[in-house]
């Protein structure tokens, strides 16, 4: 079964790199995208960007400046890089994926989360 | 980017009662691509509803959907304690993908 897990540092300081990673397993990264959404406690989510099946990548634009998506087909793992980051990017970070190639399609499957803490 | 905005941000329901969270979207978009999700504390969004009034896999049937340009609604015929939740509405016709604030729903 379709299957996504976050992985990475819970406690990042200001103005620092947040690197997370999100393994995946029950489907190829070669046929399905994987967003990264993030989500402040007692907010709505964000979604961040997201790793086309065919490599491309796309960006809100409100973080492009500060974000990197990246993948490794081999491991079945997407990357996400976010410098300089401030207290106000405290949140969970999720990964998730859709069944359907269409760009509107629903957020179908997400990992658990990984909790992000920005703070010195 | 299109702004969702949900109403009631909280709803306080006794089990049994039918229930309605409105999702306006600051332009147009396609009931293709309005979606509904449930997350409750600790957990992540789970779909719900796809596209306008679709349910996803598994899920019963006193959930529903309606709705289109502007305007969304999501129902719960009558409210059972497990689906005490924060429900989000998420609009995937527009880049970036955004979500509303979320309206939370307790039992009384």
């Known amino acids: 079964q379709v299957q996504l897990k976050e992985s990475g540092p819970g406690l990042v300081q200001p103005s620092e790199t947040l690197s997370l990673t999100c393994t995946v397993s029950?489907?190829?990264?070669?046929?399905?995208?994987v967003s990264w959404v993030r989500q402040p406690s007692g907010k709505g989510p964000e979604w961040m960007g997201r790793?086309?099946?065919?490599?491309?990548?796309a960006y809100n634009s409100a973080l492009k400046s500060r974000l990197s998506i990246s993948r490794d087909t081999s491991k079945n793992q997407v990357f996400l890089k976010m410098n300089s980051l401030q207290t106000d990017d405290t949140g969970t970070y999720y990964c998730?994926?859709?069944?359907?190639?269409?760009?509107?399609?629903?957020?179908?499957?997400w990992g658990q989360g990984v909790m992000v803490t920005v703070s010195s | 980017a299109i702004v969702l905005n949900q109403s009631p941000s909280s709803i306080i329901a006794s089990q049994g009662e039918k229930v309605t969270i409105t999702c306006r979207a600051s332009?147009?978009?396609?009931?293709?691509?309005l979606h509904w999700y449930q997350q409750k504390p600790g957990a992540f969004p789970k779909l719900v509803i796809y596209?306008?009034?679709y349910r996803a896999s598994g899920v019963p049937s006193r959930f529903s959907g309606s709705g289109s340009g502007t305007s969304y609604s999501f129902t719960i015929s009558r409210v059972e304690a497990e689906d005490v939740a924060t429900y989000y509405c998420?609009?995937?016709?527009?880049?970036?993908?955004?979500f509303g604030a979320g309206t939370k729903l307790e039992l009384k």
């Open positions: 998730t994926s859709q069944r359907s190639p269409q760009t509107g399609s629903p957020f179908d499957y």
């Open positions: 029950g489907f190829s990264l070669t046929s399905y995208s």
């Open positions: 790793m086309w099946y065919d490599g491309d990548t």
């Open positions: 332009s147009s978009i396609s009931s293709n691509y």
């Open positions: 596209s306008t009034s």
């Open positions: 998420q609009q995937g016709s527009s880049n970036p993908p955004t």
